[in-house]
Each structure stands twice: as C-alpha cells, then as structure tokens.
T-cell receptor
Framework: GEDVEQSLFLSVREGDSSVINCTYT??????LYWYKQEPGAGLQLLTY?????DMKQDQRLTVLLNKKDKHLSLRIADTQTGDSAIYFC???????????FGKGTRLSVIA | DADVTQTPRNRITKTGKRIMLECSQT?????MYWYRQDPGLGLRLIYY???????NKGEISDGYSVSRQAQAKFSLSLESAIPNQTALYFC???????????????FGEGSRLTVL
C-alpha cells in the first residue's frame, strides 16, 4: 500500500534555513502536500504541488519534488520561532482519494 | 467561528463506555473524514464519507463506527471504548466541486479522548 516516510525531529537555529524531507512509495501520486500543526491546533495546509511540477515557491517556503526518487522536501528560509510546529507530508493519487499522511516532523527552532 | 467544529474538545471516559464524537461544518463541503493522531504514528484514516449516502472504511476502522446525519454532520462512535483508543481525533472536510479538485483537507481543532 501507499506509504509516506518522514524523519520525526529537526532542530534549527533561528534565522537558519530548515529542510524537511519526505519520501513516498506511490509513483502514481498526483498531489503532494505539506501541512503544519501548531500546538493544540488542527492541521493547516501550507502548500501543495502537482506531480508535473519540480518546484514551487511561496514567500519563505520552497517545495522541491524529485519524482524519480519519490522525494519531496520543504525548505523554510529564515526560520523563526513561530515556525516551531509539526510538519506533515501527505499525498494522494487523485483529488478523489483520501490523503495518506506521513508521521510528521517536529521542528524546533532555537532562539 | 470555526468552519469545522468538533465536540467535545476533551473527554475522559472509562473502558467499556460508549462515546460519540461529533463534527459539524459550515464550509458546504460534501466530503468528510475522521482521522486519529498518535505520537510518532502521524494521522491515520478511520472512516470517510463522500456524500450523505456514502460511508467508507479507512485504514483503522475496527472498533469505530460513523454516521453521516446530514451533509454538514459526521459523527464518530466508539461502541465500547478501550485504552488503546486514547488519542487525538480530527474531523476534516474537502470539496469535490470546483474547477480543480485537489483533495485539500480542512481540519477541525481536534477532540482529545482519554480512555482509562
């Protein structure tokens, strides 16, 4: 079945760049997502990328997709303490199938 | 007010009790989902519903049941709660309409359930 893997923890210093990585097994994945979960809250969509794209940039966020290696990454430039959260990678074959989530990467930003 | 509302937000119960978690949404979305979050395990899908007459099992449906009472309401029941059902439960919605259906999920704030 489908599987999405992420490392569980990442610690960075304030002002540095953070890179959160994700690998997935389903080569037919069409949409890939990054969600953010702040303490005590639900998940909120940060960004998503279609499988026909290699990169997407949105302000401090850069998403890179390597379809050959089934690897997705999220880079956060100039990481701030407010970026401390759990980041989930997710994928779906189409907009009509439920999302499959990774286990989440807890990002800690050290001031 | 939140677009996706879950009640209760916190619940402590005892083994063997019946528990219902409720979810209502004002987003007008046709699709609703229940996920469970456990530390180190991420989010796992329990049940989902693509419209009022459609109910589908997810990855971990054993021990759970659902009811889609209306387009805006989707409830999750634990008929006889057990301690390993202690978790954070999330309801989510998505929209099948529109020019681009991406499957994006909109989440409630979660219901924390503790089974003693």
């Amino acid at each position: 079945g489908e599987d999405v893997e992420q490392s569980l923890f990442l610690s960075v210093r304030e002002g540095d760049s953070s890179v959160i990585n994700c690998t997935y097994t389903d080569s037919s994945s069409t949409y890939l997502y990054w969600y953010k979960q702040e303490p005590g809250a639900g998940l909120q969509l940060l960004t998503y990328i279609f499988s026909n794209m290699d990169m997407k940039q949105d302000q401090r966020l850069t998403v890179l997709l390597n379809k050959k290696d089934k690897h997705l990454s999220l880079r956060i430039a100039d990481t701030q303490t407010g970026d401390s959260a759990i980041y989930f990678c997710a994928e779906t074959f189409s907009g009509n199938t439920p999302l499959v989530f990774g286990k989440g990467t807890r990002l800690s930003v050290i001031a | 007010d939140a677009d996706v509302t879950q009640t209760p937000r916190n619940r402590i119960t005892k083994t063997g009790k019946r528990i219902m978690l409720e979810c209502s949404q004002t987003k007008g979305h046709d699709r609703m989902y229940w996920y469970r979050q456990d530390p180190g395990l991420g989010l796992r899908l329990i049940y989902y519903s693509f419209d009022v007459k459609d109910i589908n099992k997810g990855e971990i449906s054993d021990g759970y049941s659902v009811s889609r009472q209306a387009q805006a309401k989707f409830s999750l029941s634990l008929e006889s709660a057990i301690p390993n059902q202690t978790a954070l439960y999330f309801c989510a919605t998505s929209d099948s309409q529109g020019a681009l259906v991406t499957g994006e999920l909109f989440f409630g704030e979660g219901s924390r359930l503790t089974v003693l």
